[in-house]
Each structure stands twice: as C-alpha cells, then as structure tokens.
C-alpha cells in the first residue's frame, strides 16, 4: 500500500512514547517523549515566584525548577503566577540545564498544575499507527547512531559533540563540502537539534566551496526556523535554531541510564515464556528501576506477572530474566 506524502507513526512503550515522521518512505524526523520529563511546553501551572542561588527569577512546578523569562515588575517573591512553560529541562553534560517558563497571569486560581501540554499527536498530526518494521529499523539504526554522534559520509564522518554552550560538528576528512552540509541539515532536522551549532568544514583555497555549501545548507533546510552566518575563511559555520525540546542526540548521549532502564521494562513485556520477571540491570540503572515504581507497577499489571529488579555490576546492557516461583 503506498504511504501519504507525509506520515506520522507512534511507539508507544513503557514510560515513552516514540513518534516517526516519514516523507516519500524515508524517515525525516524522531521524536521523544518520556515520563521523566518534567514540565512540556505549552503546559500552564500557577506557581510561587522565587529566586535561585545566583538570584534569578524561578517558579517551582512540582518536583521540577523553572527560570523565568522576566521577573514581573513589583511582584514579591511568594506571589501566585500563572506561568507556561516554553522550553523543557534539556540534559547537558555534567547538568541538566532547567525549563524556561513565562508569565501570563499575575494571579492564578490555584498552585499546581492548570493546563497540560499537548501530546505529540496534537503537535504533529494524526498518526497512521504504530511503526512499521521498515521505520522501526530505520528508527533503531538513527538512534545508534545519535549514541556514538558519529555519522559517516563520503570521504569521512560528522562528529557531533554537545557542549553546555553549543552543539560543535566537526567534519572531518576530506568529504564534498555540499554533501557534508546537507548530511548536517538532516541530521538538524531528523533529531531535532536546536540552540547554537557551530560547524567546523575542513578549510580549502578560495570562497567558491563556502558559497556551494552554505546554499546547500539553507536548501535542505527549507521549511525549517533557523538562522545562521556565512562559512568564513576559517571554515566555521554558525547556526541557531529554536531549542523548546531534548534532542534525540541529547536523549541518546545523555539520557543512557534512562534508555537502559526503559529497554528492560519493554523487554519485560515482551518476554512470552511464563515465571516472574527480573529485570538485570547495572546498579546505577537498577536505581533508576526502582526509583519509577510507577512504571514498573504498570508493567508489572499489563504484564500479568510480578516484576522484580536485580542489581548486578556484571550485568552489562542488562537483560530480562524469567524465575519461577
């Protein structure tokens, strides 16, 4: 059966959901929900102004920490706001970089949560279905390579490395300069990248390349907000681009202990021999195990059989065991 021009698939698992954007069968797009995190743009909560230790404007939402965009003029700390929330908590090396929230209201009904996100579905469209077993391939082969932020392309490879302040790209070897920046505008687009990116082209005689490149650039970035400067004669590239959510590198490189932990609760559902479940896994993801109890109860229920989870330094990737009673 042949596809619309465009479509939209969803994965939905134990504690994420997973959503596929396909155009003329290729995969163009990924993107990531989990249950950890946090606040989502578009959410709406009243919260209480504060101040956090370098004395910036923050709210509290639930167990999560917001900077405010602005402080609201003559508003004291403690005061009831009715904020929305703009960009989600995005893992960065060594931290996690906190949600950003604006005001809308400077009163609010009530403290805690008033209006939720919208789901991917809402932001993306209807979805066809779950994913196929050609986009989950596609999906699984993407995703390792977001783990490494290596990707080859002719004459050599894209490096990807997330810094606090950028992304840095470098491309080295000795690869077309226009094929490169296209390779960088899909990988742009398909994990979601935002916030500032600096490229780094192999450097060649003349301007001829850097002009080919950077229209190369902008063409498969059609459609897509962004700005960015010229290639100088250095061969840097800068571009920025709205950042409201983690990034499928972000997710990939960042969130491993959480990609761990969420692989074994789908593997436990998975599993069809009979017996209770153990769910191996290395003791910093046997922690994050235990720590959802939420989740693994919900496994646990749709599983139909007790789920238990064992620590174990020697467990590698960790796997799924069936003990009987």
Request: net charge positive.
């Amino acid at each position: 059966m042949t596809r619309p021009a465009r479509t939209l698939f969803l994965d939905r698992r134990p504690g994420e959901v997973r959503a596929a954007v396909v155009e003329g069968g290729r995969l163009v797009e990924m993107h990531l929900e989990r249950a950890s995190d946090g606040p989502r743009p578009g959410a709406r909560w009243g919260a209480r102004l504060d101040r956090d230790p370098w004395g910036r404007p923050v709210v509290r939402l639930g167990a999560s920490l917001a900077l405010l965009d602005a402080r609201p003029d003559g508003v004291p700390d403690g005061a009831l706001l009715e904020v929305e929330v703009v960009r989600q908590a995005i893992p960065e090396p060594g931290r996690q970089r906190p949600a950003r929230a604006r005001v809308v209201g400077r009163s609010a009904e009530r403290e805690g949560e008033l209006k939720t996100a919208p789901t991917l579905e809402a932001r993306l469209g209807p979805a066809e279905g779950p994913f196929p077993a050609d986009v989950a391939a596609a999906w699984a082969e993407e995703w390792a390579l977001a783990e490494t932020g290596r990707v080859a392309i002719a004459g050599g490879e894209l490096r990807f490395s997330p810094t606090p302040a950028f992304l840095a790209v470098d491309v080295d070897g000795w690869p077309d300069p226009v094929a490169a920046a296209q390779a960088i505008a899909r990988r742009l687009r398909l994990w979601g990248v935002g916030g500032g990116i600096a490229v780094d082209f192999p450097t060649r005689p003349g301007r001829a390349w850097r002009l080919a490149a950077a229209r190369a650039f902008d063409a498969a970035m059609a459609g897509l907000a962004f700005e960015r400067t010229g290639i100088n004669g250095f061969g840097l590239l800068q571009v920025v681009r709205p950042r409201r959510y983690p990034s499928i590198l972000d997710r990939a490189l960042l969130e491993r202990t959480w990609t761990a932990a969420l692989g074994l609760l789908d593997q436990a559902l998975r599993e069809p021999r009979p017996g209770r479940l153990a769910l191996v896994a290395r003791p910093e993801v046997a922690a994050c195990l235990k720590a959802a109890s939420t989740l693994l109860t919900q496994v646990a229920r749709q599983a139909g059989r007790p789920v238990e989870v064992v620590a174990d330094p020697l467990a590698g990737e960790g796997h799924v065991e069936v003990r009987m009673a």
